[in-house]
């Protein structure tokens, strides 16, 4: 493989091709904002010219953010959906042409387990996931005519450091990041040799099975006790709530 890591955070990318290399792989970093589809298109489009292929489109970059929705602002919306969903867009549009043409090559975009089931207080977040796994569903089928696959990663608890860069407004990431401490994380490596297994496999949808048959025996089975535990999830982050002029503002504008 011959990979290119493209992302906005240059430390961390040139980083991560660092250890590619140094693990015996082959790989450069390129500096792009995913919001701007003119990047995302050009580097694209210069890795399919370059090697004559593109055998796999990774749209993988994403932020989270930590809010109740009446504290939230229109800057917050634009800003979450610009990375996680237009991202995601920007990447299947430069990418999935070329592989059409080519008649071959894999999508691979990460949604979430968020994507899955409700996510409160972390409603923008599960927005943008679901939208993604929608995407990446619909055209799982409309691609495969044209020999392209197409599958949503699904992560949960994985130990990558989107936990720790969250935003949160009106609440104390520390204790929601202490909250995350006590889940059982899945390191990145794991998560990525269960991903590869599954694209292998052409899943539509790449998530770890026992929480994915948890998420769908409490959809369909037991829905008392999954609103019940969504309730536990509105109460403990509350309680990580830091007051501000935010929800006033937010009420006068309702007003």
């Known amino acids: 493989m011959d990979v290119i890591i493209a992302d906005i955070d240059e430390k961390g990318g040139r980083q991560a091709a660092e250890e590619i290399a140094a693990a015996g792989g082959t790989a450069r970093f390129l500096k792009l904002d995913v919001t701007d589809y003119a990047e995302v298109e050009a580097a694209v489009y210069g890795a399919y010219h370059e090697y004559g292929r593109l055998d796999y489109m990774f749209n993988n970059a994403g932020i989270s953010l ?52 409700p996510a409160p207080t972390a409603a923008a977040y599960a927005t943008t996931k679901h939208a993604v796994l929608g995407l990446t569903t619909s055209l799982h089928y409309e691609a495969e005519a044209f020999g392209v696959k197409v599958s949503a990663l699904c992560p949960s608890f994985v130990d990558t450091p989107i936990f720790a860069a969250a935003q949160g407004i009106n609440m104390d990431t520390s204790k929601v990041q202490a909250q995350m401490a006590k889940q059982k994380m899945m390191s990145p490596e794991q998560f990525a040799a269960l991903a590869l297994r599954d694209l292998e496999r052409n899943r539509p949808i790449i ?31 509350r309680e990580t709530r830091v007051e501000s002029g935010t929800a006033g503002k937010s009420a006068e504008r309702a007003v």
């Open 66 to 117: 930590y809010a109740e929705l009446y504290d939230m602002t229109e800057a917050h919306w634009r800003r979450i959906v610009d990375v996680n969903l237009w991202g995601v867009i920007n990447g299947v549009q430069a990418a999935y042409p070329l592989m059409k043409k080519q008649g071959f090559g894999h999508i691979a975009n990460t949604s979430s387990a968020t994507a899955l089931g």
């Open 207 to 237: 998530c770890p099975m026992p929480l994915r048959r948890t998420m769908d025996v409490f959809f369909a089975i037991f829905p008392t006790a999954h609103r019940s535990l969504m309730r536990l999830v509105c109460r403990v982050s």
